[in-house]
């Protein structure tokens, strides 16, 4: 018991980065399913999976400030660590709109099947 006591205090950052990183994306596939139960796929691909980004980059910026990296900064410090951190984020987010665009909205067997019959 010790010995995995001494493993998790050794590796704690990067195994509560991995256990909070898989919260996140866990958090990200219900709230989707949610909107497209909710709403449609039409809404859960555009604007809902915008809103679902922001509220898991949301999630992830607690998650990783309070229990990964146990920051203490506060006010302009605070506010430079979050700029920075949703800086990042918001080129996935962008990333995953393109990903989710492609696969739902273009349907890409579709455009494939075209491409043979055309040659």
Do not use: H
């Not at 604007?47 to 980004?53: A, K, R």
């Amino acid at each position: 018991m010790q010995k995995l006591k001494d493993f998790i205090k050794k590796y704690y950052e990067g195994l509560a980065y991995l256990f909070f990183g898989g919260v996140a994306t866990l958090l990200n596939l219900v709230v989707f399913a949610v909107f497209q139960a909710a709403f449609g796929t039409d809404f859960a691909t555009g604007l809902g999976n915008v809103l679902d980004n922001i509220l898991c980059i949301l999630f992830a910026y607690w998650t990783n400030r309070t229990f990964v990296f146990k920051s203490t900064n506060k006010g302009k410090a605070a506010l430079a660590e979050f700029g920075q951190f949703v800086s990042c984020r918001i080129a996935t987010m962008v990333m995953d709109q393109l990903i989710i665009w492609l696969g739902v909205s273009c349907d890409p067997l579709q455009l494939c099947f075209q491409q043979i019959v055309y040659l």
